[in-house]
C-alpha cells in the first residue's frame, strides 16, 4: 500500500512513540492526522504540519470524527506509566483500542496498526520467544492488558475484515524515551537507580528510529496484512545496558539488591497496595529485570525484510547527545 497520498491518523501523538511516527512521517511528506487527548500539549507537531485533532480513547464519537477521512490508523495511544487499578490499565489499553477499531469499522480504514508489545507473551519469560510463542495473562496489569487488546484486534479485525497488523517491540531506548532512558538517568544521576541480582537479567532493546522504521514498513507492507511482528534490536544484561547510562553520568557502583530481597521488598508493596484498594504497580520492572528470554525478530527480518538500521553504540551516542542538548547531561 502506498502512504504518500493518504490521509495517516496516529494516536497517542502526544507520547514517545506516537510523537515520533508523527515526526517521522511529516518528515517524509506525509499527510498526518495527530490525536491528543490535550491537543496544546502537540502544538509542536501542528507547527510541523500535523493536522492535531481532539479526542479520548473513551469517547466514541470523537474516535469516529478523529478516523474520518483517513485510510490508515496507527494506533500508539496507550496506558503505559503506573496505574492504581488494573482498570487503569484495561479501560484505555483494552477498551480503548475496542473503541479505535469501531471507529475504524465506521470510516473507510485500510490499514490498521496496533502498537502492541513484547509483554503481550506473558512475563518473566524464558527461552527464546518468536512471534508464534504462546501469549496469555501473567497476572499484571499492563501485561494482561496488552494480551487483552492483541485478542480484541484479531478478534475484531478478522470478524469485519480490518486490514491489520501488530507490531510487538521490546524496550525502545532514545530520545525521549521515559522509562528506558529519561527516568533511568535521572535515577542513576541521583544514584537512585538498582538492578537485581547483579544485572544479569535478560535486557532486550529497541532504539526508537528503528522501532518507527518498522512500523511504517508494516503499514505499507502488504505482506504485513493479518500478521504480528517482535520487534528488537537485540540482547544485553541491565548492568550492561545501564552502565552505559553510568558513564554518560561520570558515575559507576551500581547498587545491586539480591533476589530474595527484591522479592520481599515487592511482596511488601504489594500488601501496601491492596491494603489501600489498589493495583500493585511494580511487578512489570520485576518481571522485566529477572527475565532471561530472548525475543527474536527473525519473523520480520525474513518476511519483510527489515533490519536494525542504528546499532546499540550509535543508538547510545544519540542519546546521550540529546541527553546534553536538553541540559539532562552537562556538556561533554
Known amino acids: 500500500m502506498e502512504l504518500h497520498g493518504q490521509k495517516i491518523l496516529v494516536t497517542g501523538a502526544t507520547g514517545f512513540i506516537g510523537g515520533a511516527v508523527v515526526r517521522r512521517l511529516l518528515s517524509e511528506g506525509h499527510t498526518v492526522r495527530a490525536m491528543a487527548r490535550q491537543p ?12 492535531v485533532v481532539m479526542a479520548d480513547l473513551g469517547d466514541e464519537d470523537l474516535l469516529e470524527r478523529a478516523v474520518e477521512g483517513c485510510a490508515v490508523v496507527i494506533h500508539c495511544a496507550a496506558q ?8 487503569a490499565f484495561e479501560g484505555p489499553n483494552v477498551a480503548g483500542t475496542e473503541n ?8 473507510a480504514v485500510k490499514r490498521f496498526v496496533f502498537l502492541s508489545s513484547i509483554s503481550a507473551f506473558g512475563l518473566p519469560a524464558s527461552g527464546v520467544i518468536t512471534d508464534d510463542s504462546p501469549r496469555g495473562l501473567a497476572g499484571e496489569a499492563y501485561s494482561d492488558s496488552k494480551f487483552g487488546a492483541e485478542e480484541a484486534v484479531w478478534s475484531f479485525c478478522h470478524a469485519r475484515g480490518l486490514p491489520f497488523t501488530i507490531v510487538r517491540p521490546s524496550c525502545v531506548y532514545g530520545p525521549r ?15 537512585k537507580f538498582l538492578i537485581i541480582a547483579g544485572g544479569r537479567g535478560t535486557f532486550n532493546y529497541v532504539y526508537i528510529d528503528n522501532l518507527v522504521d518498522a512500523i511504517l514498513l508494516v503499514a505499507a507492507d502488504d505482506r504485513a496484512l493479518g500478521d504480528a511482528f517482535i520487534v528488537n534490536d537485540g540482547t544485553t544484561t541491565w ?12 558515575q559507576k557502583g551500581m547498587r545491586s539488591v539480591s533476589l530474595p530481597v527484591a522479592k520481599a521488598g ?3 508493596r504489594n500488601l501496601m497496595s491492596r491494603l489501600k484498594h489498589k493495583s500493585p504497580t511494580a511487578q512489570r520492572a520485576m518481571n522485566f529485570m529477572t527475565g532471561s528470554a530472548v525475543f527474536s525478530e527473525a519473523h520480520i527480518e525474513q518476511k519483510l525484510g527489515h533490519h536494525t538500521r542504528v546499532p546499540l553504540e550509535e543508538g547510545l551516542r544519540r542519546t546521550e547527545a540529546w541527553f546534553r542538548e536538553t541540559g539532562l547531561l552537562g556538556p561533554a
Open 40 to 51: 496544546e500539549k502537540a502544538a509542536d507537531l501542528g507547527e510541523l504540519g500535523a493536522e
Open 80 to 87: 503505559v506509566g503506573p496505574a492504581d487499578t488494573r482498570t
Open 100 to 107: 479505535v477499531l469501531v471507529a475504524c469499522g465506521k470510516g
Open 177 to 191: 524515551s521515559p522509562y528506558w532512558s529519561v527516568i533511568p538517568l535521572k535515577q542513576i544521576r541521583k544514584r
Open 239 to 250: 548492568r550492561e545496558f545501564f552502565a552505559a547510562y553510568e558513564k554518560m553520568a561520570g
Open 266 to 268: 515487592l511482596a511488601a
